[in-house]
């Protein structure tokens, strides 16, 4: 609803940019109708990338969580819900048990 109230706005605003491109366009021509047009698909396109890049980031964390969460299962031989701790604990003492480290302790 936001980014379609912005994409209006930015119509409107865009219609008021083209009227005054016309109306110097015989003085000075300072910005040409085209490059009007052009800033607004810009605008436009940003709009919309916004809420599209939103939804794809929340996917594919959603889809990292759903892994985290069937290897830590798996791992652990249980079938219940792991908790938050639990994934701080085995992210945060993931390299402890690695044999080289242990020698440089």
Request: proline share 3%; charged share 15%; glycine share 4%.
């Amino acid at each position: 609803m936001i980014t379609l109230a912005a994409a209006g706005i930015c119509f409107i605003f865009t219609i008021f940019a083209i009227v005054r491109s016309m109306s110097s366009y015989t003085l000075e021509n300072r910005h040409p109708i085209s490059q009007v047009l052009k800033d607004a698909m810009k605008a436009c396109v940003s709009f919309m990338l916004v809420p599209f890049m939103c939804i794809a980031l929340m996917q594919l964390s959603t889809a990292m969580v759903r892994q985290i969460k069937a290897v830590i299962q798996a791992e652990t031989g249980t079938t219940g819900d792991p908790s938050m701790g639990l994934y701080i604990f085995l992210t945060a003492s993931l390299r402890a048990g690695r044999a080289d480290l242990r020698i440089l302790l």
